[in-house]
Structure formats: structure tokens, C-alpha cells
């Protein structure tokens, strides 16, 4: 990745915008860290090793700022937008339809309790009487 920037810093573009690798060196590897190499590297001094994964996340925050900063990406994210706004819209006309349905079953329920309930006790009341 070094390599690749400064190959693009000794080519720089006309525009006033960043190169698209512009980003930040990963965060310095851990004080205490156990790793084990299993191929020969030859550590330059202005090199980076990276051992741990953390180390990416300057990183990968600039990658997605970037991404984000592109217009098919920002016109995705506004259709997507749009297109939640539709469905919620679906949805709340969805739960007030089901909310309805539910009150006319919820009142028959009730009234049959209140008619079961009633000739309970009529049948009661006339074995009494």
C-alpha cells in the first residue's frame, strides 16, 4: 500500500481533489505483541508491520469516507432513503389495518364472553329458582 501512494504522490493529478489512495499510515503495531513470520521480511526503516488488525482502522476509515464521498454511492443511499420512507409508509398502513381487524375480532370475543357469561348465569338463576 506505501508503495502504491507514493507511486501516486510522484504522480499527482490536475484536479484540487485527493488522489483516491490517500489515506493515513495504520496505527503503530501494539508495544508488547507476539508474532511469528513465516517468510524472511526485511524491515525497511519507514516501513509499517502490521500485526494486529486494529492497526487497519485509520485505514479503513478513510476508504469508507471516500466511498461515501461518490456520487453512485450517495445516490444509492438517497434511493434507499426514498424507499424507506415508501415502506414505512407500507407499514404503518399495514399495522392500522391489522389494528382494526383486531378491534372487530377483540368485539366479538367479547360480546360471545358477555352472552356465554349471561346464559351462565340465567341457567344458574333458573335452577335456583
Known amino acids: 500500500m506505501i508503495s502504491l501512494r507514493e507511486e501516486m504522490a510522484q504522480n499527482p493529478s490536475s484536479t484540487s481533489q485527493p488522489a483516491p489512495f490517500d489515506y493515513p499510515d495504520p496505527s503503530p503495531p501494539p508495544a508488547l505483541h507476539s508474532a511469528r513470520a513465516t517468510r524472511s521480511l526485511v524491515a525497511a526503516s519507514d516501513s509499517i508491520n502490521v500485526v494486529a488488525t486494529f492497526q487497519f482502522i ?3 476509515i478513510s476508504l469508507i469516507e471516500h466511498a461515501l464521498a ?60
Request: aromatic share 4%.
Open 58 to 60: 485509520p485505514v479503513l
Open 70 to 129: 461518490t456520487p453512485l454511492v450517495r445516490n444509492e443511499l438517497e434511493q434507499c432513503g426514498k424507499e424507506r420512507r415508501e415502506w414505512s409508509k407500507i407499514g404503518k398502513d399495514a399495522q392500522r389495518r391489522e389494528t382494526e381487524r383486531w378491534e372487530v375480532i377483540r368485539k366479538d370475543l367479547v360480546a360471545g364472553a358477555d352472552r356465554e357469561t349471561k346464559a351462565a348465569v340465567s341457567f344458574d338463576l333458573g335452577l335456583l329458582l
